[in-house]
């Protein structure tokens, strides 16, 4: 299942992108996968992120696609056992 939720008034945090930009917020598109620490995501998991991402970037300029560990490095630790080969990669 896919939902679609937003937080209009989310807190700027300390993160920031590869080029320096910070508020990330403010101009992404976070999506979650459902998962625990010791857990993998599912081939399905998977399927319906890589057609997720090919809509969106039909839509959308999208210069990055990275994990949270990326952006939030020491704050945050996830995607856990995330193949990125698995939907092309990640976009630095």
Request: aromatic share 8%; net charge negative.
């Amino acid at each position: 299942e896919i939902y679609t939720l937003s937080l209009h008034d989310a807190l700027p945090i300390s993160t920031s992108m590869p080029d320096g930009r910070a508020d990330v917020n403010s101009f992404s598109i976070g999506i979650e996968l459902v998962n625990a620490e010791n857990d993998q995501p599912t081939a399905t998991q998977y399927a319906v992120l890589s057609s997720l991402i090919k809509q969106i970037e039909g839509r959308h300029n999208i210069k990055y696609i990275l994990g949270h560990n990326d952006i939030a490095s020491g704050r945050k630790t996830d995607p856990w056992n995330f193949e990125w080969s698995r939907i092309g990669g990640k976009k630095k």
